[in-house]
């Protein structure tokens, strides 16, 4: 266990370093429009972030960092579903459904 000046000094300079990255968009550019090739290029940062934040659940979730088929399994079932219904809903309780019937299974 870290000792107690420790951890408030990293919350403190976590704390510090959210609000400046945030302040750098609202305070500086807050009031200004945005050129629009850079417009174009913020439609796509959900794309990008979600599956960068879901691939290593699924790639090394297991003991070990091991894959696990159950869940690569889901993960295939959730992307075939959202290509053939264009539905984020479906594909989530696909790929849910997926997984606890694997998880079961196997």
Request: aromatic residues 12%; proline residues 4%.
């Amino acid at each position: 266990m870290t000792d107690t000046a420790t951890l408030w000094t990293v919350i403190i300079c976590l704390g510090v370093g959210s609000f400046l990255l945030r302040f750098t968009f609202l305070g500086f550019v807050g009031d200004r429009p945005l050129p629009a090739w850079l417009l174009r290029h913020l439609r796509y940062t959900a794309v990008a972030i979600l599956p960068a934040l879901v691939a290593p659940l699924v790639v090394y979730s297991g003991e070990g960092g091991s894959t696990d088929i159950t869940r690569v399994g889901a993960a295939i079932a959730t992307l075939a579903v959202g290509m053939w219904t264009r539905n984020v809903f479906a594909a989530i309780g696909a790929g849910a459904a997926t997984l606890f019937l694997l998880i079961y299974v196997l």
